[in-house]
């Protein structure tokens, strides 16, 4: 069975500062990675994932996550984050072979950025 | 270019009334997949499709259908609501195509808030 740990609940950051949300899964078998963000009152919105190839993936708005295996992590980063990030965000992972494809998510972080 | 859709975006109940949620996708997606989130608890998923015909149990399935009416349409039912039940209800798809390269990317639907009084 797979699971997901994102480290903090809740994140709050200053306009213009970097910041790093946190997630560490857990599987037995390769995996892909996902995180998804959800704005105030929306659905979910893939931000970036990981499939395969270069660990480090680049998403919408100016995020990126690394793939570190031997850590077991996939953190989200920003090196400068706007009022408009305020968002939750979710990190998600699914394994990559066999018949078990479904998506097992994170209890998400909720990232306030403050003026 | 709709994706996913939910109907309805609102909904409050009564303990004991039941009501059916309806999700359709027009991607052409085998996979569909219904979700509950609560607070401080994630997604949790409570039944999916992984193509039309099939429909299996998820995590939290107690209280629920489902129907896969075809391949557009992943339909959720509470037979009978009760205050547990109160959640926001999203519906998600995904292509999972067959073969070696099975990419489960989701894209979800903006979500049914359901109050159960």
């Known amino acids: 069975a797979q699971s997901v740990t994102q480290l903090d609940s809740q994140v709050p950051v200053f306009e213009e500062a970097p910041v790093e949300l946190r997630c560490n899964y857990s599987?037995?078998?390769?995996?892909?990675l996902f995180w998804y963000v959800q704005y105030p009152n929306q659905g979910l919105q893939l931000l970036l994932k990981?499939?395969?190839?270069?660990?480090l993936v680049k998403g919408i708005n100016g995020f990126e996550a690394e793939f570190n295996k031997s850590q077991t992590s996939f953190h989200l980063r920003k090196p400068s984050v706007h009022i408009s990030d305020t968002a939750e965000y979710f990190c998600?992972?699914?394994?990559?072979?066999?018949?078990?494809?479904?998506?097992?998510f994170g209890k998400g972080t909720l990232l306030t950025v403050n003026p | 270019n709709a994706g996913v859709t939910q109907t309805p975006k609102f909904q409050v109940l009564k303990t004991g009334q039941s009501m059916t949620l309806q999700c359709a996708q027009d991607?052409?997606?085998?996979?569909m997949y219904w979700y509950r989130q609560d607070p401080g608890m994630g997604l949790r998923l409570i039944y999916y499709?992984?193509?039309?015909?099939?429909?299996d149990k998820g995590e939290v399935p107690n209280g629920y259908n489902v129907s896969r009416l075809n391949k557009r349409e992943f339909s959720l039912r509470l037979e009978s609501a009760a205050p547990s039940q109160t959640s926001v209800y999203f519906c998600a798809s995904s292509l999972h195509p067959r073969g070696r390269d099975r990419k489960n990317i989701q894209y979800f639907g903006a979500g049914t808030r359901l109050s159960v009084l």
């Open positions: 499709s992984a193509s039309e015909g099939t429909t």
């Open positions: 990981y499939l395969s190839g270069s660990t």
């Open positions: 599987s037995s078998v390769s995996v892909y």
């Open positions: 991607m052409n997606h085998n996979s």
């Open positions: 998600a992972v699914s394994e990559s072979g066999g018949s078990n494809y479904k998506l097992t």
